[in-house]
Nanobody, 123 residues
C-alpha cells in the first residue's frame, strides 16, 4: 500500500511561512487525491486542504487566503504552502491519500495517512 511521509514542519514566528511536503511511495501517485488535515491540542481533527488527481485544489474557507496546495506528480509529492502563520495554526499536520474521486473534506474519505509533522507558531 502507498506510504506517505510529511516533512517541513518546525517552530516559526507569527507572520512567517512554511512549506510542508507530503512524499508518497508504493503506488502511482498521480492516481491519488491528497488532503491535508491538522489537529491542535485538545481539538478535533480539522480539514485544511485537498487536491484532486486533476490538480484541482480546494482550501477551506478560513485558510484559503493564506494557504496554497499544489502537486508535482513527477516527484510524487504534494505541497502545502502556508503564509502569514498565526499561533492558532499550531497543530500536527497530516497528509492523507485516496483513490476515491468523491473525497473532499471528510477524513473518512481518505485511506492512507502519514505520521504527521508538527507546526508550532510563536506569538
Amino acid at each position: 500500500q502507498v506510504q506517505l511521509v510529511e516533512s517541513g514542519g518546525g517552530l516559526v514566528q507569527a507572520g512567517d511561512s512554511l512549506r510542508l511536503s507530503c512524499a508518497a511511495s508504493g503506488r502511482r501517485f498521480s492516481a491519488y487525491a491528497v488532503g491535508w488535515f491538522r489537529q491542535a491540542p485538545g481539538k478535533e481533527r480539522e480539514f485544511v486542504s485537498m487536491i484532486r488527481t486533476s490538480g484541482t485544489p480546494y482550501v477551506t474557507d478560513s485558510l484559503k487566503d493564506r494557504f496554497t496546495i499544489s502537486r508535482d506528480n513527477a516527484k510524487n509529492t504534494v505541497y502545502l504552502q502556508m503564509n502569514s502563520l498565526r499561533p492558532d495554526d499550531t497543530a500536527v499536520y497530516y497528509c492523507a491519500a485516496t483513490t476515491s474521486y468523491r473525497a473532499r473534506d471528510d477524513g473518512k474519505d481518505y485511506v492512507y495517512w502519514g505520521q504527521g509533522t508538527q507546526v508550532t507558531v510563536d506569538s
